[in-house]
């Protein structure tokens, strides 16, 4: 499957709706109708045709989009149906229509509305709505059957896009029924092509030809003016009497003499003279088939119960009775709309019965195919409400807990009656955990809550279940509803909540465990209690194990790899996304969920080392699915780092697109965490970029520096407090304003030491600025020793990116670093730090030839007696000979300091000389 289909099939979209239906090789072709249109259109961009079913519009919209193709346009279909009236439907397939125009945010976009299926769309439709006019490419829009659409907020996105559609697009629309659209403004100034029903309608002499072109009769010219005046040249009525002449043994004038089509009601003209004039062997299929929403001749055998479905629809298409090929290959077929309702009716009508099975039949074939949603909805259409419900039961689950599409799950409970969802708890938390990973914690929390007061209380529900179907109910709604809180970004209750069912649960719960665990350690990533936060991963992946939950290994990786990158602990955070990456397999339609989870640890670990070559190659399904369900912390990890990426490569303006697309998100989708970090984000690279002024004004607009906000929850505040102030330091540094900037880094070191002793990649970030100041300010050695506290700690893990994102006001320091460690003697560690520093450079320097870090620390055998890092390379430099002034000068220490360090290693190794203390080193591998 190519990338395009396996996007389409990850969003349960039927590639058949974005295609135009084949024309004939003998079909009646419009040529003369077409080509007006066209130049008619290429000055107005816009073309309606309205008329009645069976007028042809589909094979003129079929013609203009081949000709449009010819004369190089690029060209989009759409064809509509009931559903599409339900605007995230609606919305998935005009996005997935002009997917190839812009394929990178066509699928962010189809992931958001899959992880944000309820909601207002009318935000939404206005972004798509800027996303098209600002396609530069020319290109049509074919929509097709637009008589399905009257919801208000897709006919107000249409209003909008018609008012506004730019000089390069042309838009086509087709529809049986006026169209409900506001046209007047289009038509009082001519920039309107209207197609009606007397354009599409054929004359006589288009009449003589298509009888015989396409069914092989011979007809006069007078003849075809009567048969023009019975049926006002209607399409499908001829093509009726057409088929009817083809069985009558009456000569085709006295035929058409006889015919009076338009004088009889359709059902009475088709049931006496087409159905009756067909063996009966093809009237038979035709009625057992006709409840079909489209087949093949496999789905065909097995609702009719015989083995004809090749032979039948050959027949069928060879007669041109009224059947449309889904595809190229002829694999699938529906109906015309206008035989496929009659037939219907009719099978109703003669045996209601055999309708009903016929829908169970052909659910049963998709159940076994795996084509679930068309499962569900034959059952749905023969009233089996409880066989969906049952089904949806069974299999939402996988789908929710497992493969992590939440769209379907709630897309299937749209389609269940109401009525029929509380009649099992099961399908209620399993509704309860894709509304809270779909921003609707809310409702979550209401389901879980109504399973709870149903198994305090069975008279509310009268479910039957046993106690261990208790007791699994009750610990799965307790889970649910925590992790409902969490993707509220309630941190703090939800931790409360998480520690309180830890207490209680049985200890055989295993997945309800595992997800307790996850959620608490989430909850704990997000109030910077890191290690803690990994501990309840560790948790939360043992119990996965237990339970053989993938999804919630990856889960417990994703917070495990997340916490250790935050306490700079690469190496770590790597395990995780390889356990993750391990855990997920081989991408294919089931675990592309799971995938990107791995892909985004392994992402950011990219980012904090600066490999920007290996974030670009990162896989394809990581790096778009940028709107992952539910919590911020997936979310704000793909937008920042896919940012980070584009900066890096110099194409500030795209990064800055897509923080203001995840900005955007996260104010539609009321998630305040994400909205303040992606503008800290935006902030922070327009002043790695020198564009100080810019930032400023990103800073002023999004009112940045105003922490005490009403929307902003109080637990969140502190943290933003942080990281307002960091971003206040970084612009008094870029404004030359150094001493106000020095101050406010002071105290952020002081507090994250405090309170947050754990953020190494945010102490790595405020050492370096600190190192900044105080090199602006003139302290150059305290400088130089500033930052090479971090080089020494951070160069262990190749942890770049907290160093660099300063910029080019390191380079001096680094430079200077570089210059008094020229002539000395490198060994171990010492050589990883050099290497390092050296790298850094060629990063801020912006040399191409960087390739990937890799940290090429050694690890020692032996007891190192518990040495501090800076003892350790005290003893290093020592069992390399160095003098104690040689080791100052390496180290950027004082000599008193060097002396005070060797005196520990001295105490701790239990030796008396320089010369014991070498030997020493050697032992344990050191030098």
Not at 279 to 294: A, D, G, M, W
Not at 437 to 464: H, M, T, Y
């Amino acid at each position: 499957m190519d990338e395009v289909g396996l996007t389409f099939s990850q969003f349960q979209i039927l590639e058949t709706k974005l295609k135009p239906p084949s024309i004939r090789a003998e079909a009646l072709t419009r040529d003369q109708l077409s080509q007006r249109a066209v130049c008619d259109t290429s000055g107005t961009g816009l073309l309606t045709i309205v008329a009645s079913a069976g007028s042809g519009k589909s094979t003129l919209m079929a013609e203009l989009f081949s000709n449009s193709e010819k004369n190089s346009k690029y060209c989009c279909w759409l064809s509509l149906d009931e559903d599409d009236n339900e605007s995230s439907i609606f919305y998935k397939y005009l996005i997935a229509s002009i997917y190839n125009l812009d394929p990178k945010s066509a699928t962010r976009e189809l992931a958001f509305l899959k992880a944000n299926p309820s909601r207002n769309y009318n935000a939404l439709f206005d972004s798509l709505l800027a996303r098209i006019i600002s396609i530069k490419s020319k290109f049509v829009l074919f929509v097709d059957d637009f008589q399905f659409i009257d919801n208000p907020d897709i006919v107000r996105f249409w209003n909008k896009l018609i008012t506004n559609t730019p000089a390069n697009m042309c838009v086509v629309i087709a529809s049986r029924n006026a169209l409900p659209l506001d046209l007047s403004r289009r038509q009082v100034s001519g920039m309107i092509t209207e197609v009606k029903q007397e354009k599409l309608n054929l004359t006589a002499s288009e009449i003589v030809k298509y009888l015989q072109s396409i069914h092989n009769i011979e007809c006069s010219i007078e003849s075809a003016e009567t048969l023009h005046r019975s049926t006002e040249g209607w399409v499908a009525g001829i093509q009726l009497a057409a088929l009817a002449m083809s069985n009558s043994t009456e000569s085709v004038t006295t035929f058409i003499e006889g015919f009076t089509g338009k004088d009889k009601s359709l059902t009475e003209y088709l049931l006496k003279t087409v159905l009756g004039g067909l063996p009966s062997e093809v009237r038979e299929f035709l009625l057992l088939t006709s409840p079909l929403i489209r087949f093949s001749a496999s789905l065909c055998n097995h609702v009719s119960h015989l083995a004809n479905g090749h032979a039948m629809l050959d027949y069928l298409d060879k007669n041109n009775l009224f059947i449309v090929s889904e595809d190229r290959e002829a694999v699938w077929f529906r109906y015309h709309h206008l035989f496929a309702d009659f037939l219907r009716s009719e099978l109703k009508k003669v045996n209601p019965a055999k309708y009903k099975e016929v829908c169970i039949n052909a659910a049963k074939w998709c159940e076994n195919e795996d084509m679930l949603t068309e499962a569900i909805q034959y059952y749905l259409t023969s009233k089996s409400f409880e066989k969906a419900a049952d089904l949806i039961t069974t299999r939402a689950p996988d789908f929710a807990l497992l493969r992590g599409d939440h769209y379907t799950v709630l897309d299937w409970m749209r389609r269940l009656p109401a009525e029929y969802h509380a009649n099992r708890p099961r399908l209620l938390l399993v509704h309860a955990w894709s509304s809270a990973f779909s921003r609707d914690p809310e409702n979550a929390v209401d389901l879980c809550r109504k399973v709870l007061a149903g198994l305090a209380d069975p008279s509310l529900f009268l479910w039957s279940l046993s106690d261990v179907d208790k007791d699994e109910c009750y610990w799965r709604a307790k889970s649910t509803e925590a992790i409902a809180t969490v993707c509220a970004d309630e941190l703090v209750t939800s931790s409360a909540l998480c520690e309180s069912a830890l207490s209680e649960i049985p200890s055989t719960e295993f997945f309800n465990i595992s997800s307790i665990h996850n959620c608490l350690g989430y909850a704990l990533l997000g109030r910077r209690e890191y290690l803690k936060s990994v501990h309840h991963a560790a948790e939360g992946y043992k119990y996965s194990i237990k339970a053989g939950s993938n999804y919630a290994s990856l889960w417990a990786e994703f917070v495990e790899g997340v916490a250790n990158i935050e306490m700079g602990k690469l190496r770590m955070a790597f395990e995780s996304a390889s356990k993750a990456s391990y855990k997920a397999g081989p991408i294919d339609d089931n675990n592309i969920y799971l995938c990107a989870m791995a892909d985004f640890i392994h992402t950011d670990i990219n980012v904090q080392k600066c490999n920007f070559n290996l974030v670009k190659r990162n896989s394809y399904y990581g790096r778009s699915f940028l709107s992952l369900y539910g919590p911020v912390e997936p979310l704000l990890l793909a937008f920042r780092n896919e940012a980070r990426q584009l900066a890096w490569a110099g194409s500030l303006d795209l990064a800055r697109q897509v923080l203001h697309q995840g900005q955007e998100t996260a104010l539609t989708t009321n998630q305040p965490r994400l909205h303040f970090g992606l503008v800290a984000e935006e902030i922070e690279l327009q002043i790695w970029d020198n564009q100080t002024a810019a930032a400023r004004e990103t800073a002023l607009r999004n009112d940045f520096f105003n922490i005490q906000k009403e929307d902003v929850p109080e637990e969140l505040i502190p943290a933003f407090s942080d990281t307002s102030q960091l971003l206040l330091a970084r612009l008094y540094l870029a404004e030359n304003k150094v001493e106000e900037a020095y101050k406010i880094i002071v105290k952020l070191i002081n507090l994250t030491q405090m309170k947050y002793s754990e953020s190494m990649r945010q102490l790595y970030t405020l050492r370096t600025m600190k190192a900044v100041a105080l090199w602006q300010l003139g302290s150059k050695k305290e400088s130089a020793r500033e930052l090479d506290k971090v080089i020494t700690a951070a160069c262990l893990e190749d942890h770049a990116y907290p160093i660099v994102v300063s910029g080019r006001r390191v380079v001096p320091i680094l430079e200077e670093m570089q210059a008094k460690r020229a002539n000395g003697i490198l060994s171990g560690e010492l050589s990883v730090k050099h290497e390092f520093v050296d790298r850094l450079l060629r990063l801020l320097n912006g040399d191409a030839r960087d390739t990937v870090g890799d940290s090429k620390s050694e690890s020692y055998e032996g007891d190192s007696c518990e040495l501090t890092n800076r003892e350790v390379d005290i003893l290093k430099l020592v069992g390399a000979g160095m003098t104690n002034n040689d080791i100052a000068r390496e180290l950027m220490l004082s000599i008193a300091t060097v002396k005070w360090h060797l005196h520990n290693v001295y105490q701790k190794v239990e030796v008396r000389s320089r010369t014991a203390a070498a030997a020493y080193a050697r032992k344990i591998n050191l030098i």
